[in-house]
């Protein structure tokens, strides 16, 4: 979808649905929940960094579904602030929209009544970048911090070269089956060689 995020919805009793791209789909992406869940079950909204390709929506969104926006404490100032700098809102050619958000911190359990997924703090990309493991089926929501293919630039505000290889090889250390990243494709087999091929990326083995 243009410069949006990838945006996944955690099934359960009590769904999760993970960033929310820039809102430019606002409509398509409530069109496309509700053939999957009523509206009014998706009472949490995951945002895996501070960056407006994945927080853009996030207060229409929440107010649209009366759900509540989390976030690492790192990263949640700047949604916060709606700052247009930190946010690389200004990137987009939009001001920054304050985001009522809440933190959340690594290790943190999130349940979906069906899935348990842990918040592993993954800085790098932005300093409170956050990946979700649900480790009893081996599947990783890996945001910015790994794509297929490659990984999340540290050249931006907080980004930071040491602590995204400290954070790849920590997903690496998961052994995760799944992985489904915050752009581009996904892959529900060999997770280990996609994150293995992000370190060789960096220059790390």
Do not use: C
Request: hydrophobic letters at 35%; proline letters at 4%; zero cysteines.
């Amino acid at each position: 979808m243009d410069f949006d995020s990838n945006i996944y919805l955690l099934t359960g009793e009590d769904p999760i649905l993970v960033d929310v791209g820039t809102g430019m789909h606002h409509q398509d992406v409530l069109k496309w929940l509700s053939y999957t869940v009523k509206r009014n079950k998706v009472r949490r909204i995951v945002l895996t960094h501070r960056h407006y390709d994945h927080t853009g929506g996030a207060a229409g969104m929440a107010k649209e579904l009366g759900a509540e926006v989390l976030m690492h404490a790192d990263d949640s100032p700047a949604v916060r602030q709606g700052d247009p700098r930190q946010t690389l809102a200004y990137m987009f050619g939009v001001p920054g929209h304050p985001v009522e958000v809440t933190d959340l911190v690594d290790g943190q359990v999130l349940s979906t009544g069906s899935s348990n997924f842990q918040v592993v703090h993954t800085p790098g990309h932005t300093s409170g970048s956050i990946s979700l493991w649900e480790k009893d089926k081996g599947i990783l929501l890996s945001g910015d911090t790994v794509f297929v293919g490659g990984v999340g630039r540290w050249d931006l505000p907080s980004g930071n070269f040491e602590q995204l290889v400290g954070s790849v090889k920590k997903l690496l250390s998961l052994a995760p089956k799944e992985i489904y990243p915050g752009h581009g494709d996904f892959s529900q087999n060999g997770a280990e060689g996609i994150i293995l091929e992000a370190l060789n990326y960096l220059g790390e083995s």
